[in-house]
């Protein structure tokens, strides 16, 4: 499976700033998933990043909120802008590795950033 | 969309016993499913997953079955050990760059 590097691993922000959250990934992939996981929760999809092309968001997130950009097959960020304590959350980013081909070899995560607002 | 239901929400063996979690999922076109165990501070890790020509996969202590007529496949952990103590996801996704879904997790803890 494709090695993810993800950062940071934690950080604690003021409210009303910025942080921007980077995945490397040591294969190329084709597709970047970035996820949210509310303390002790699930992992909710926030957005798909596709190389060359605009993220899709899914319902109850925005790009204002959380731009995201995917220059090449191996990098991508999560901004998470305007922040406040609900941002609170640990943040993933995950890969379908496909190796090549298209079919699903299974979803990798990166580590995951611990961000909490204060 | 997909929805994914997973039980129990938490779950506690004692040590050498079997572990079971049951999920269900709600769109017919899902055809593949994986298992993530997520420890403390960590990333969720992929532990085994199972594709819809598929009805059950093994792999050491670890197996999956899948119903695909009733919708629901369960994770089964033999011989548990206290290292796998940690919370378990299920997932779903229709596959080929698709999204995955998950369930709720399951948080099992194997009491020595």
């Known amino acids: 499976s494709a090695v993810i590097s993800q950062k940071p691993s934690r950080d604690i922000c003021q409210r009303g700033t910025s942080l921007t959250i980077q995945c490397q990934v040591d294969s190329q992939v084709t597709m970047m998933f970035w996820y949210r996981q509310q303390p002790g929760q699930s992992l909710t999809l926030i957005a798909t990043a596709n190389q060359g092309s605009e993220a899709t968001y899914e319902s109850g997130f925005v790009i204002d909120k959380f731009p995201i950009s995917r220059p090449n097959l191996t990098f991508s960020t999560l901004t998470v802008s305007n922040m406040s304590p609900e941002d609170s959350s640990i943040y993933l980013c995950s890969v379908d590795w496909t190796g090549g081909v298209s079919t699903n070899y299974g979803y990798t995560f990166g580590s995951g950033t611990r961000l909490t607002v204060v | 969309g997909e929805n994914v239901e997973q039980h129990p929400s938490t779950l506690s063996v004692q040590e050498g016993d079997s572990a079971v979690i049951k999920c269900t999922y709600s769109?017919?076109?899902?055809?593949?499913f994986p298992w993530y165990k997520q420890e403390l501070g960590k990333g969720p890790q992929l532990i085994i997953d199972?594709?819809?020509?598929?009805g059950e996969k093994k792999d050491q202590r670890i197996a999956v079955t899948l119903n695909k007529t009733a919708k629901h496949f369960s994770l089964h952990i033999t011989e548990t050990q206290p290292e796998d103590s940690a919370v378990y996801f299920c997932?779903?996704?229709?596959?080929?760059?698709?999204?995955?879904?998950f369930g709720t997790g399951t948080k099992l803890q194997v009491i020595p």
């Open positions: 997932a779903a996704s229709t596959g080929g760059y698709q999204k995955v879904t």
């Open positions: 199972i594709r819809s020509n598929v």
């Open positions: 769109d017919s076109a899902s055809n593949y």
